[in-house]
């Protein structure tokens, strides 16, 4: 007979540290995916938060199976024709081909950029962090370079600034302005919507026909050092800043 977990362990890491370590969710949705009997310990339904998983359990999480694995923390600099998914039913080309080799643990993108767009994305399977960086309440700035099919006039400027009414709501950037000694038909946006083709909508809604567009900026990471379709991990500096936004 299988002895019945015991909740009162002090060894091992909580139940929820572990679901969430495995890039499910973040430990507060695990708790209460816990409590509605989704997940089993050793084939028990386990409805204890503060149980300790112990290296000889076996957990399962909606009949999944679910390993330890090492948190990992990737930085992509994404070239255009990707479309940002873990796979897709047309088998067009993933940002998942890009960080084949980045690690063994299984890491999905946090958030997303459309097929055209380029710039930064991150990916982890810290599912606690990912929902932190992916919540409107966060603020989680990004910034973009944004190149127009004409030149932006300083009064749109000011209007993108005050807000503008889109057909999911106003919408304000941060901040915006033209690019510093470039084209007046370039511009730097700053924004902490998630919302879906939010830059391309803003300028569309304009009467501009968006170019290129390229995020150069993602919760305070940037591109230096880092060539279009070429990853890297995060340090443990830059992982620790993002766990404190």
Same mark, same amino acid.
């Given at each position: ?11 091992? $890491?909580? !139940? ?7 890039? $499910? ?18 084939? @028990? ?30 930085? =992509? ?27 063994? /643990? ?6 997303? !950029? ?23 309440? /966060?603020?989680i700035k990004k910034l973009y370079h944004v190149v127009l099919d004409k030149v932006v006039s300083g009064q749109h400027l000011q209007k993108i600034k005050s807000g503008i009414s889109l057909e999911d709501g106003v919408i @304000? ?16 946006? /700053? ?6 083709? $939010? ?12 170019? /290129? ?31 404190? =936004?």
């Amino acid at each position: 007979m299988k002895k019945r977990p015991n909740p009162k362990s002090n060894d091992g $890491i909580r !139940l929820n540290k572990f679901i969430a370590h495995a890039g $499910i969710c973040s430990r507060r949705e695990a708790d209460m995916h816990i409590q509605l009997g989704s997940v089993k310990v050793n084939d @028990k339904i386990m409805t204890e938060l503060g149980y300790k998983v112990k290296p000889t359990d076996i957990v399962h999480f909606d009949g999944q199976r679910l390993q330890a694995e090492k948190l990992a923390y990737v930085l =992509l600099n994404k070239p255009k024709g990707f479309i940002t998914t873990t796979r897709d039913e047309k088998a067009r080309r993933t940002v998942m081909e890009l960080i084949a080799n980045a690690t063994k /643990s299984r890491i999905v993108p946090v958030g997303r !950029l459309d097929r055209p767009t380029t710039g930064l994305l991150f990916f982890t399977n810290d599912g606690e962090l990912a929902k932190k960086l992916t919540h409107p309440s /966060s603020g989680i700035k990004k910034l973009y370079h944004v190149v127009l099919d004409k030149v932006v006039s300083g009064q749109h400027l000011q209007k993108i600034k005050s807000g503008i009414s889109l057909e999911d709501g106003v919408i @304000k950037a941060d901040e915006v302005s033209h690019v510093q000694g470039a084209s007046k038909r370039e511009v730097g946006i /700053s924004l902490h919507s998630g919302r879906n083709r $939010i830059v391309r909508r803003i300028f569309e809604h304009l009467g501009y026909e968006v170019i /290129s567009l390229d995020r150069v900026m993602f919760a305070g990471l940037t591109k230096k050092d880092l060539p279009r379709g070429h990853w890297r991990h995060l340090t443990k500096s830059e992982v620790d800043t993002l766990k404190m =936004l």
